[in-house]
């Protein structure tokens, strides 16, 4: 996909620099937007826009919108909106250190840095629990018409929308699972990965089987472990060609269609949340045409 940020469609990434800005001079934004667009590596350095930082620039992108908070029981989903999210993709810590300083200093005086957050390939594409992650990823053309939008015209072409989330897991509750309930929980064997009929409907396979939904809801997840200190869970990344598919796995997941959550959250639950747009790209530079800019 010419016109798609290449860093979305790309191959493996072994470690990554997530951050997030908020807006500190409405006067500056678009001079440093313009910076930033002309010096990044669009394959290496993935840029999304949130709502606030749209609305500031005077301009609106069809649905983008503040991704809502939900509270079902004793699980609570928070919203924290952010005004540009920066995925930065790379094999070298120090590299991506330095690379996010640079950007830290072309954003600014516009852009505050609000949040860093480090994350690595576990065990080739496995999450922290030990299970495999996106294994239900579309592949090649089924990946593009998931996650790219299209047809809709110049500016939105080639243009995503992503689902930022921080999963923090509590490895004590899911060290005390046996290896029947944890299988039951994702709804694969942890031994071989294999999805097994006689799981319960709790199971996360099975609330988030994307062919399962009406329309269906394919997702590019882009997801990656992430520790600090004792601490350690899921950076959930995924994205869509619209943040339908997205909101319906999640409501499934909290049990909005049949009153049965996700299994998920016996051991997990998510500290941020926040949507983001992501311009495609012209000429190798970030096509912000559709802001103004």
């Known amino acids: 996909m010419q016109t798609a940020q290449p860093g979305i469609l ?13 807006i500190a001079s409405k006067e500056d934004a678009a001079t440093c937007l313009q910076d930033l667009s002309a010096n990044i590596d669009t394959l290496m350095t993935v840029i999304g826009f949130g709502q606030s930082l749209v609305t500031t ?23 924290t909106p952010m005004a540009l999210w920066c995925w930065l993709r790379g094999a070298d810590r120090g590299e991506l250190f330095h690379r996010a300083r640079y950007i830290e200093e072309l954003l ?29 990823n579309p592949q090649g053309e089924a990946a593009v018409n998931a996650a ?17 989330q921080q999963w923090l897991h509590d490895f004590d509750a899911f060290d005390d699972m046996s290896t029947e309930q944890q299988d039951n929980a994702i709804g694969r064997h942890i031994s071989n990965n294999e999805e097994f009929d006689e799981a319960p409907a709790s199971a996360h396979v099975k ?19 992430w520790a600090e200190g004792d601490n350690g ?11 339908a598919a997205f909101e319906a796995i999640l409501d499934r997941m909290l049990g909005k269609e049949d009153g049965i959550v996700d299994a998920l ?16 790209i012209k000429d190798g530079r970030l096509d912000l045409s559709l802001l103004g800019l």
């Open 207 to 225: 609330r988030s089987a994307q062919e399962s939904f009406t329309p269906e809801a394919f997702i590019l997840r882009r997801s990656m472990p």
């Open 265 to 280: 959250f016996d051991f997990t639950r998510p500290l941020t949340g926040a949507y983001f747009w992501c311009p495609p």
């Open 10 to 22: 790309a191959g493996e990434t072994r470690l990554a620099r997530f951050l997030v800005f908020s």
């Open 148 to 164: 790219i939008v299209q047809g809709v015209g110049a500016g939105m072409d080639g243009s995503s929308f992503v689902a930022v």
């Open 57 to 79: 620039l005077g301009k609106s992108v069809a649905g983008l919108h503040t991704m809502p908070a939900h509270a079902v029981g004793a699980i609570d989903v928070p919203s």
């Open 233 to 243: 869970g899921l950076m959930f990344v995924a994205f869509g060609q619209s943040l």
């Open 108 to 136: 600014m005086p516009a852009f505050v840095l609000e949040d860093v957050i480090d994350s690595f390939q576990f065990d080739n594409n496995h999450d922290l629990t030990g299970y495999e992650d996106g294994t239900e």
